[in-house]
């Protein structure tokens, strides 16, 4: 079975020139990238610790054996698969290598469709190890305040954050349930000249008209102790007409105890979310006077190829909390792509948390058995592209190869599927 949908890359350590030139040949033809070496020494001063595929090595060589090679290799990095081939008599130190970490090992005279198939899995699982290393690093990356993703809306969003920060504008945030209105809300907040002041949230779907009356707009009340800060109103669609119309106020003076006659002044910036499609529950004039920069906060089902990324960072997250070892991210990611998240981000997370626990028992995998034909083949189908394409490390033509797809069907399969390419690429480090 030719090695497709792996990192084709073998290491070839063997001091057997006839050896080391059948067994270079075998594997070209399977489709590896082939380096060979004649001794441990130069393939050690080759193999970095991100090497993208798989070491083979005879153990009995001069100077460094292949079971010292393989104990430097592991020093350095445990998770790259060696292959140890050895004589008869070097068995039992195979199997000492084995129980050290070594991936596996073949006496001689090996059959070759034993070595490939050796090769192959230690290739596919190099591939998994690698994608859960580049998502990590970039889940760290982004630290736990980030607006983390790559997809344009996004990053868009992102670039405004030291813009918003210290503008002299109030923000409405639209989108639906769980997208992060409130997150990018305090992004803005953290980012200016507000942080050092108080990040006063007000759920409007919970105020009361006796709250109203007695706390919110009153001297030294609920709404003026966010004074030089940030007041976010959740749920703004919630809002009772007379909590608006304290609010239009409130937007136009800038002052509380608006009934006495010194009024007290508040320097508040405030930012509003609102449920995507309930904007007409707010009444017009406060709808104006608030979205002085109306945003949208795009929901996963618009931004899917940045399920990966989001997945990892919460899995991270979740392990820190917790603190438990770090699931597999690969196991998950890209499966978790085919699923509708009603709940968007906060779903996501809360199934990243119940994977890490152990809780979830499924996985996190959507059940796809349940959806209509065409969506389960659209699933596989993306999923199959954006692992090509990590597989690749970004490279598309290397994917196009690897797929057995002509071009211009590639890219009308990733235009139809909404896969962001670029994205995609930038995960990768391309």
């Known amino acids: 079975m030719k090695a497709t949908s792996a990192p084709l890359e073998v290491a070839l350590v063997d001091d057997d020139d006839d050896l080391r030139a059948a067994t270079t040949q075998l594997l070209e033809l399977e489709g590896f ?57 070097d068995v039992e130190m195979a199997v000492g290598a084995i129980k050290a970490g070594a ?25 998994v190890f ?71 949230k007000i759920d409007c779907a919970t105020v009361t008209p006796a709250l109203i009356e007695r706390e919110l707009f009153v001297r030294n009340g609920v709404v003026a102790r966010a004074d030089r800060g940030t007041l976010f109103l959740h749920n703004l669609e919630w809002a009772s007409d007379d909590f608006q119309n304290r609010l239009v106020r409130l937007a136009e003076t800038r002052a509380v105890a608006l009934e006495a006659r010194d009024p007290d002044p508040v320097d508040i910036r405030i930012i509003a979310a609102v449920q995507a499609g309930e904007r007409d529950r ?98 596989f189908e993306r999923a199959a592209i954006i692992d090509a394409v990590t597989a690749a490390d970004g490279e598309i033509a290397l994917a196009i190869e690897r797929l057995q797809l002509p071009r211009k069907t590639f890219y009308y399969r990733v235009k139809r599927l909404g896969i962001d390419l670029r994205a995609l690429r930038r995960q990768s480090g391309s």
Not at 73 to 84: I, K
Not at 323 to 344: F, I, K, T
């Open 282 to 379: 707010v009444l017009p004039a406060l709808f104006h006077l608030l979205a002085g920069v109306p945003l949208r906060m795009p929901p996963l089902a618009e931004r899917s190829g940045d399920i990966p990324l989001l997945f990892a960072h919460f899995l991270a997250r979740a392990a820190r909390t917790h603190g438990c070892a770090m699931p597999p991210v690969a196991d998950h990611a890209y499966r978790l792509a085919g699923h509708s998240w009603a709940g968007n981000v906060l779903e996501l997370k809360k199934t990243a948390e119940r994977i890490c626990l152990g809780l979830d028992e499924s996985g996190g995998e959507p059940d796809m058995a349940l959806a209509p034909l065409p969506a389960r083949l659209d699933a």
């Open 103 to 127: 991936w596996d090992f073949l006496t001689k005279p090996f059959d070759p469709e034993a070595l490939l198939a050796a090769a192959t899995r230690a290739a596919k699982a190099r591939a």
């Open 33 to 89: 990238s082939v380096r060979a070496f004649a001794d441990a020494a130069s393939a050690l001063a080759a193999i970095g610790a991100d090497y993208p595929g798989v070491v083979i090595t005879d153990v009995r060589m001069p100077g460094m054996s292949g079971i010292e090679l393989f104990g430097v290799l592991n020093a350095r990095d445990p998770e790259l698969p060696v292959v140890l081939i050895t004589g008869h008599g």
């Open 130 to 200: 690698l994608e859960n290393r580049q998502l990590r690093a970039a889940a760290y990356a982004e630290a736990g305040d980030a607006l983390i993703g790559a997809t344009p809306a996004i990053v868009r969003l992102r670039g405004m954050i030291p813009v918003l920060a210290d503008a002299a504008l109030d923000i409405v945030i639209e989108g639906e349930l769980g997208t992060g209105k409130e997150h990018f809300a305090r992004l803005v907040h953290r980012a200016g000249r507000r942080a050092r002041h108080r990040f006063l």
